[in-house]
């Protein structure tokens, strides 16, 4: 059998199970001690991770929570917005950002995004501020920050607060213009993530934190993630019931001290990828933001000669799985239909729609794998 024929259909767009393969043992000692001990809710691992990744990430407090679209709503819960209040967010992002918006009555305000990071425009956010805006929701998309100095700026001149989504960036850092470093989601108001199994920290199930350096709102966003409970059966807030379970905390825990090499070797294959494509006219590859490291969640092109579904189509045909993060904008979302508004017509998120196209891209993925990749996309462009 050819090494191509071995290669084809071996290839996944996120390969967890590699992953587990080469930490196993301490992943099954977490496990097995999380049973031993019957401690399935809120048990010694949840306080213990969140406590790690509060020092990782050098932020006073992290909140554990069910999965990452709950961090975005206790995050929001906690700002004592009212309904009618307007939030903005990027069109060209997925629906939980601005569902949870929508869940709590809120208006979600849908801007354009930068051509070549692809996250929030800040002059979009300025064109969009009304009387009634009292927070902005950037999101962290794909792997590296949105141009948080500006718009901490703006939140400071009219007020707003800032909720990070950083599902997507989990170990990114933000670069001040004075050189300055700190981790992505440490920087408004509430850092929001999620431990999907597929992210760059990702747990076995459902899982999701939120963060802040504020101890005021930590406090409230732990009660409203457990009932709104100050102690038991004492109901300080309406809340919601959103636990991290012991044994997802326990894999996490293990995991985190695996995040910095994980991004390393993200890394390094999106070099790879870099030089393999650099040749070619039809495909744009990431830009790197000069204010943030990369931690490449996602391998992002542009296909800019109008064929990448067709592309996408040739990639399945011959083993090679992609993906399309997002084909349509949410301002278009039936669900979004009278409830959020757009502001303006959104060019550069209509055209990403119809241009990105995302590559495999996990810490397993080897040199060989990228090869044949990239060689069945130069194949597409001879026909």
Request: aromatic share 8%; glycine share 6%; charged share 20%.
């Amino acid at each position: 059998m050819s090494k191509a024929a071995i290669l084809q259909g071996n290839i996944q767009m996120v390969d967890l199970k590699k992953q587990y393969q080469q930490i196993k043992s301490e992943i099954d000692a977490a496990i097995h001690d999380c049973i031993d001990n019957a401690a399935f809710i809120n048990g010694p691992q949840v306080s213990s991770f969140a406590a790690k990744l509060a020092d990782y990430l050098d932020v006073q407090r992290v909140v554990p929570c069910a999965n990452g679209t709950d961090a975005l709503q206790i995050a929001l819960m906690a700002l004592d917005l009212q309904r009618g209040d307007e939030i903005i967010v990027p069109a060209f992002t997925y629906v939980a950002t601005a569902e949870v918006i929508g869940l709590l009555g809120l208006v979600p305000v849908m801007v354009d995004v930068d051509p070549e990071t692809f996250n929030i425009s800040v002059p979009a956010i300025e064109k969009a501020i009304t009387p009634r805006t009292r927070a902005i929701v950037p999101v962290h998309l794909y792997g590296q920050c949105a141009d948080m100095e500006a718009i901490l700026e703006l939140a400071s001149l009219h007020g707003l607060f800032v909720v990070e989504d950083t599902a997507q960036a989990i170990g990114a850092d933000y670069i001040y213009k004075d050189g300055r470093r700190v981790k992505a989601g440490t920087i408004g108001t509430f850092g929001c993530t999620s431990f999907f199994p597929s992210k760059n920290l990702g747990c076995y199930g459902d899982g999701g934190a939120l963060y802040t350096n504020d101890a005021i709102f930590a406090e409230k966003a732990g009660m409203i993630a457990n009932h709104g409970q100050s102690k038991k059966y004492h109901h300080r807030y309406i809340g919601c019931n959103s636990r991290l379970d012991t044994i997802q905390a326990a894999i996490l825990e293990v995991k985190l001290s695996y995040l910095d090499a994980y991004s390393e070797a993200r890394n390094k294959a999106a070099i790879l990828y870099d030089t393999l494509l650099a040749d070619m006219s039809e495909v744009v590859t990431p830009v790197r933001s000069a204010a943030s490291t990369h931690v490449f969640h996602q391998y992002t092109l542009r296909i800019t000669n109008g064929d990448r579904d067709a592309l996408q189509a040739f990639l399945k045909d011959n083993g090679v799985p992609s993906m399309i993060y997002y084909p349509l904008p949410l301002n278009e979302q039936e669900a979004f239909k009278g409830l959020g508004r757009a502001e303006g017509s959104l060019p550069i998120t209509v055209q990403l729609c119809k241009e990105v196209l995302s590559l495999p891209m996990h810490t397993e993925l080897t040199e060989e794998q990228q090869v044949f990749i990239t060689d069945v996309i130069k194949a597409f462009f001879k026909r």
